[in-house]
């Protein structure tokens, strides 16, 4: 729509950019080098954020930075994931069948992820999503995946990743003591400041081969005060911002361009 208008060669505010050109905070460069610690060390870690705080790109930029030769990634995201089906969905992902009682697809798992740790000399690394939305059965089984050996050492690392509430409705409780207490690792992504904002916008710009600045200083200050630093909705302003901009023929988005946006074309608020 506006990226002729801009002279853009790529579409910059959209989803499915590729993760070696994402913009990299330095909160989530830090949790990037935590979670690639924790595939190393075969490690249990929780990752939370509000929505739209950059979660999914983080485990995007993990998966992308974890060398295959080297390690196996198994992912799995469903909110409603039973026990049963989390090790179906799991031993999918290797190829196998499960059957039909768990502790027969758990034994068969924890044989696989043998076979991987001591024929191909890989780690595996298990990454549970949208964790926030699973009940506490499903949550246990998750943990019991660490258990090797008496549980003296753990066959793999585990990633459960959700929101926020992860831990405000869940992990805090005292009947997730048992998982709590094996966390070893715990990150946590944060909103973007005015900074961030800025050099996330610019990041994005620069992917699609803008190279000029299209936001005014005021514009930029208000696009980080009604996103209140959340990637997600950054990417919807400036997004509408520039469609705008671009229809009326604009050479840059001042704060009355954010602020018009905002009020007329975010139907589905700044949420």
Sequence with gaps: MYEKEFGMERTPFVRNIPPEQLYESPAMREALSRLQFAASRQLF?????????????????????????????????????????????LLDQLGLEAGFYRGD???????????????E???????????????????????????SNYDSESQLA???????????????????????QRIDINCVLPHLDRAETERYIDSHLHYAGCDQALFTEKALDEIHRSSTGIPRVIN???DKCLTYAGQ???????????RYVIEHEMLGGTE
């Design 248 to 258: 009326q023929k604009q050479k840059l988005v001042d704060d009355h361009t954010v």
């Design 45 to 89: 870690a929780v990752v939370t954020a509000d929505a739209g705080c950059g979660k999914s790109t983080l485990l995007r930029r993990f998966n992308e930075s974890l060398p295959k030769d080297k390690y196996l990634v198994m992912y799995v995201s469903d909110s409603k994931l039973t026990p049963k089906w989390l090790y179906k969905g």
């Design 105 to 119: 697809a758990k034994k068969l798992l924890q044989k696989q992820i043998e076979i991987i740790r001591e024929k």
């Design 158 to 180: 585990l990633i459960l990743a959700g929101q926020t509430e992860l831990w405000d409705s869940k992990l805090r409780f005292r009947k997730y003591a048992a998982i709590r």
């Design 121 to 147: 000399h890989r780690k595996v690394v298990c990454i549970l999503d949208e964790a926030h939305l699973i009940e506490k059965e499903t949550l246990e089984e998750f943990r019991f995946l660490l258990n």
């Design 236 to 238: 919807r302003i400036c």
